[in-house]
């Protein structure tokens, strides 16, 4: 079974840089698409990017674009975080799935348990 445990979560300030990282207990490189969702309280999870296997094709929020890298190794994934906004606090989670569409709608069959990111000044 799939596990996934991020970490690299903290409080920066606006404009600030921090790295995430999700490590698999088992190779996903090559065969799941693996995903960063982040949360704020009374909100909805939002799909923040994606990676697919074997780094074919990366998806990313409108909101993040140009500020955020994902990118991912056998056994692990990671989210490149830059120009941090106060926006972006949130706990952000990674998630796998052997399908595209389960992740992409947010119901991927693996998920972390979630790392806090705050960005205030």
């Known amino acids: 079974q799939l596990r996934l445990q991020e970490s690299g979560g903290g409080s920066v300030r606006p404009g600030e840089s921090l790295n995430l990282s999700c490590v698999a207990s088992?190779?996903?490189?090559?065969?799941?698409?693996m995903g960063w969702f982040r949360q704020v309280p009374g909100k909805e999870r939002e799909r923040v990017a994606i990676?697919?296997?074997?780094?074919?094709s990366r998806e990313y929020h409108n909101s993040v674009k140009g500020r955020f890298t994902i990118s991912s190794t056998d056994y692990t994934m990671y989210l490149q975080m830059r120009q941090l906004r106060p926006e972006d606090t949130a706990v952000y989670y990674c998630?796998?799935?052997?399908?595209?569409?389960?992740?992409?709608?947010?119901?991927?069959?693996?998920w972390g348990q979630g790392t806090q990111v705050t960005v205030s000044p």
């Open positions: 998630a796998a799935d052997l399908k595209y569409e389960p992740l992409w709608r947010g119901s991927a069959s693996a």
């Open positions: 088992v190779v996903t490189y090559s065969r799941y698409y």
């Open positions: 990676i697919w296997p074997g780094a074919v």
